[in-house]
């Protein structure tokens, strides 16, 4: 069973609308938690990265949120842009996985539509 | 700003042929990582390294892959004879020390093998 569990798989939404992206983890514990977006064809980009601590960060339109208590992890759109369109994979690192090895989700693909 | 930088950026090959990638980290970072990513699917750990030395390769599928980095500097995974199943994205990405750093991914090389 992955250890890092997204949904929606995928979704479309309307230019300038929001949407919200949900991770379901069971690493633990955890060092950090970080939200990457893949556009088609090119590598992951990190987006927010927060510790087991934080409660939320932002990047722009982009703001993510962590509950450690639940394990659960989410990231808001704001106002979407089609250059949104993408792939938004949650990552998580642990300690005791060692050298820096990382849990990736599947990725939740989004499609914003004009 | 710096980046990872990978080559080729496609790769169309037949089976049982050779194929090899190569990856220039950002300078500096001592860590580099190998992986291979399904449509779909997040990424997979292949192999790690710590300067020159392997220090993560459970996941690498040795009797076909190899990757060295002999000087510390850039990286070479070769693939020999590539399968049908071996087509898929294959990401490099480097990180400054191998204790929970960021991890800055290149574009990535899409593998198809006929």
């Known amino acids: 069973k992955n250890q890092v569990e997204q949904s929606p798989q995928s979704l479309i939404i309307l230019e300038g609308k929001n949407c919200t992206l949900q991770c379901n983890y069971t690493v633990s514990p955890f060092s950090n938690l970080r939200w990457y977006k893949q556009d088609t064809g090119r590598g992951p980009v990190s987006l927010t990265i927060m510790t087991f601590s934080e409660n939320t960060k932002s990047n722009g339109r982009y703001t993510a949120t962590l509950d450690a208590d639940t394990k659960q992890s989410s990231l808001h759109i704001t106002a979407s842009q089609l250059s949104d369109s993408a792939s938004y994979i949650c990552?998580?690192?642990?300690?005791?996985?060692?050298?820096?090895?990382?849990?990736f989700g599947k990725g939740n693909q989004v499609v914003v539509i004009p | 700003e710096a980046e990872v930088a990978q080559s080729p950026r496609y790769k169309i090959t037949e089976k049982s042929q050779a194929v090899a990638f190569w990856c220039d980290p950002i300078s500096g970072h001592a860590t580099l990582y190998w992986y291979r990513q399904i449509l779909g699917q997040g990424p997979e750990l292949l192999v790690q390294f710590q300067d020159e030395s392997v220090v993560d390769d459970s996941q690498l599928p040795k009797d076909r892959f190899s990757a060295e980095r002999l000087k510390g500097v850039d990286s070479t995974l070769k693939i020999q004879p590539a399968e049908l199943g071996d087509s898929a994205m294959y990401l490099c990405?480097?990180?400054?020390?191998?204790?929970?750093?960021?991890?800055?991914f290149g574009p990535g090389t899409r593998l198809t093998v006929t």
């Open positions: 990405a480097s990180s400054l020390l191998m204790d929970g750093n960021e991890q800055y």
């Open positions: 990552v998580v690192s642990a300690p005791w996985y060692g050298n820096n090895r990382l849990a």
